[in-house]
């Protein structure tokens, strides 16, 4: 009985040995980022019986890699937290003045695919992709519904400013003023100081919208895609001025934002949030 034990073990090393040796090798993802280079402001006009916007929408130009940088560490963190072995390769994203147009001449709904098609021609010139396994992309979302106190068409990375009260007279035929009838309830909103939430109905909000598309590195097929949308209310029940903008220093809008954006991105790999330190670009960066 012992020698055939013996003899079974034996036999039983080269088989191990050999599934061993055929673990498959680490995976080298390419991350890229098409989101920073644009900050969109939007602030609530009022509401009335109109064709108006009951929203103000304008675009502000920034360096294109402050915010990419937030959103690549974000991934880079849960890329390594989900696949320790895995290399990944940073890329660097510029927009040019072509896309910018389009994007600006063409309709919400049809943003997203217009941002997806030009990453996928500049990626098409890289010969570097016959040595990567996928591309995970992180590109904003254009076509995000109304929730949550917060409006619809919002995309990319930004910042929402809803006001204290309504700006715009609200008189029905009777000459009764049906602002309180519109009023919006309070939402649950932070103090940029303290941490602590309270209600309130003005807030200052950091947003960022967008989609994780992976894409196969050799093809360039879509593997997959995931939508996702977060937002962080802000407001300060102690500050003494009457504009909730003016509560929220732009130091602090900005802090809030590169933290949000970060974290938004780590969820959309792992779910739980573990941001770390910045991290610089690595050195085989390259520019799609």
Do not use: C
Not at 31 to 40: C, E, H, P, R
Not at 224 to 252: G, L
Not at 254 to 264: M, P, R
């Amino acid at each position: 009985m012992f020698k055939k034990l013996w003899v079974a073990a034996l036999l039983a090393l080269p088989l191990a040995a050999s599934a061993q040796q055929a673990a498959p090798p680490a995976s080298t993802i390419a991350i890229i980022s098409t989101l920073g280079d644009q900050l969109s402001i939007v602030k609530q006009r009022g509401k009335r019986a109109s064709s108006v916007d009951d929203f103000s929408r304008r675009t502000l130009q920034v360096d294109p890699q402050l915010l990419n940088m937030a959103v690549l560490r974000g991934l880079d963190s849960a890329l390594a937290a989900e696949e320790p072995t895995s290399r990944r390769i940073m890329l660097r994203w510029s927009t040019n003045p072509g896309l910018a147009e389009q994007l600006k001449n063409a309709s919400f709904e049809s943003r997203d695919a217009l941002v997806l098609h030009a990453l996928r021609e500049r990626l098409a010139q890289m010969p570097q992709r016959a040595d990567w396994d996928r591309i995970e992309a992180i590109l904003p979302r254009y076509a995000w519904e109304s929730r949550e106190g917060m409006p619809n068409r919002l995309g990319g990375i930004g910042i929402y400013v809803k006001p204290t009260g309504n700006q715009w007279e609200l008189l029905d035929e009777d000459g009764i003023d049906r602002k309180q009838d519109l009023a919006d309830p309070d939402r649950t909103t932070t103090n940029p100081r303290t941490g602590e939430q309270q209600k309130d109905k003005s807030y200052v909000a950091p947003f960022i919208s967008f989609e994780r598309v992976t894409l196969d590195a050799k093809t360039l097929a879509v593997i997959a895609r995931k939508p996702q949308f977060s937002h962080t209310k802000y407001s300060d029940p102690n500050s003494k001025s009457v504009d909730v903008i003016e509560q929220v220093s732009p130091a602090e809008i900005v802090t809030q934002l590169n933290t949000l954006v970060e974290q938004a991105v780590y969820r959309s790999v792992r779910g739980a949030v573990e941001v770390g330190p910045a991290k610089p670009v690595s050195k085989d960066a390259g520019q799609p």
